[in-house]
């Protein structure tokens, strides 16, 4: 199995900044895609970044210019730079990747816990 574990959430004033980190644990042998989404109290969760294993990002538009996403694969470790934080930023974070436990292994898809991010002043 392979864990995800995410921190570096909490509160913050709007127009201020965080960096949420998520760690993959556990018996990996390759991990692809990861990906923070986030999950509103009432709404559904929704993709904010993603970042492949070659390094290309994609951004939702709400976020594109304020956050930045970015991995360190020695580490097994992936992160997202939030400035200019917006109350509507506020929202569960989670972290999420696809990965595989060996090499004939199929590809699985894997979710942190997720860390509250809260934007108000």
């Known amino acids: 199995q392979v864990q995800l574990v995410e921190s570096g959430g909490g509160l913050v004033q709007p127009g201020g900044s965080l960096r949420l980190s998520c760690a993959a644990s556990?018996?990996?042998?390759?991990?692809?895609?990861m990906a923070w989404y986030r999950q509103a109290p009432g709404k559904e969760r929704e993709v904010v970044a993603a970042?492949?294993?070659?390094?290309?990002?994609n951004y939702a538009d709400s976020v594109k210019g304020r956050f930045t996403i970015s991995r360190e694969h020695a580490k097994n470790t992936m992160y997202m730079q939030m400035n200019s934080l917006k109350p509507e930023d506020t929202a569960v974070y989670y972290c999420?990747?696809?990965?595989?436990?060996?090499?004939?292994?199929?590809?699985?898809?894997?979710w942190g816990q997720g860390t509250q991010v809260t934007v108000s002043s």
């Open positions: 999420n990747a696809e990965g595989r436990t060996g090499w004939a292994a199929p590809m699985d898809y894997y």
């Open positions: 556990g018996s990996i042998f390759s991990i692809d895609a």
């Open positions: 970042i492949t294993s070659g390094g290309s990002t």
